[in-house]
């Protein structure tokens, strides 16, 4: 049986869906989900939906019930993790799963990001567990970037504090398909797994957009008190503002930046181009 936490969210059901397609039968996929009713649709294909809410631990050790390896994907609710986390991983000891895989983030012991900060302790926390354990390292998801275009269309800008840093991004369906590699494979215990796609920088990302697009687009790298004043007066929350300039000093850093190929290796093919996330995008936006 495989469980699948956050499997209502975007990775999560991408997971699912990889695990359904590799002809893992319906019936031992468990989506363990903080509202089951987000995930009907999942229960109506056989895909056994189970509550499982990271701030309840009597819904975890139901989820988790019969399960041999667990793909824990990491909370959207920043600054709560780790607490979050924590529950998970001790539901998962007193479940006894074979094998906990983790969404982490790329560089997670070495960058200095706040965001990693969480990954890292809950790596640190799955160690000492004593379970067979596997890190997926994931990298920026193209996403992040793509999501946004309709606002680039409007300023004509991207606007940053990302500077030349080189971001490795990937799609998330290139990482679910990694994540489900793992879960249906064997010989992964113990692995630290890098999952970067080719690099790009924000300047050759507002690049291709303008190209695709036929629209001026291009990065404004600011400051980053000048982006920070930029978001809080785009309306962010402050924390928010601050989260997102950190990840972009990271980026500057070089620190969402890998020479890895384990995500290639493991999803058996390259990954997805940006230009083909790009395409994609631009299409919808
Ligand atoms: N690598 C990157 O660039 C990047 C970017 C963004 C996020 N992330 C991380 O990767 C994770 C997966 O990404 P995603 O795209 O799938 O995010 P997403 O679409 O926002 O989904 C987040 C998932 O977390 C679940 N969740 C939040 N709080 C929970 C709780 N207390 N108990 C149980 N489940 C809870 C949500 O449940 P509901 O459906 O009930 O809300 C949802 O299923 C994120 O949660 C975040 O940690 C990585």
Redesign the pocket.
């Known amino acids: 049986m495989i469980t699948v936490?956050?499997?209502?969210?975007?990775?999560?059901?991408?997971v699912v869906e990889d695990l359904l397609q590799r002809g893992v039968p319906a019936g031992q996929i468990v989506a363990?989900?903080?509202?089951p009713a987000?995930a009907a649709d999942l229960a109506d294909r056989g895909v056994q939906v189970r509550e499982?809410?990271?701030?309840?631990p009597e819904t975890l050790a139901a989820a988790f019930a019969g399960t041999d390896k667990l793909l824990l994907?990491?909370?959207?609710?920043?600054g709560?993790?780790q607490a979050?986390h924590k529950n998970v991983v001790q539901a998962a000891v007193d479940a006894g799963v074979a094998q906990i895989a983790y969404?982490s983030?790329?560089n997670a012991d070495t960058s200095g990001t706040k965001?990693a900060e969480e990954?890292r302790i809950t790596e640190a926390l799955i160690r000492e567990s004593g379970l067979p354990y596997v890190f997926l390292r994931?990298?920026?998801?193209i996403?992040?970037n793509t999501e946004n275009l309709a606002t680039a269309f409007q300023f004509g800008t991207i606007a940053g504090s990302a500077g030349d840093g080189r971001i490795s991004?990937?799609t998330?369906a290139d990482?679910a398909a990694a994540a489900a590699a793992v879960l249906t494979t064997d010989g992964h215990d113990g692995n630290v797994y890098e999952l970067g796609g080719t690099p790009f920088t924000m300047t050759e990302f507002a690049a291709e957009v303008a190209a695709q697009s036929g629209k001026p687009v291009a990065y404004q790298n600011l400051p980053a008190d000048a982006y920070t004043q930029m978001l809080l007066g785009a309306g962010l929350p402050a924390p928010l503002a601050a989260l997102l300039v950190d990840s972009d000093l990271g980026i500057s850093r070089g620190e969402l930046f890998t020479t890895s190929t384990d995500l290639e290796r493991l999803i058996g093919r390259s990954s997805t181009p940006l230009t083909d996330a790009v395409a994609t995008a631009v299409k919808t936006a």
């Open positions: 936490t956050a499997a209502s969210g975007n990775l999560g059901r991408l363990a989900v903080r509202n987000k499982a809410d990271y701030t309840r994907i990491s909370s959207s609710e920043v709560q993790r979050q969404t983030a790329l965001l990954h994931n990298g920026w998801y996403e992040n991004g990937a998330r990482l």
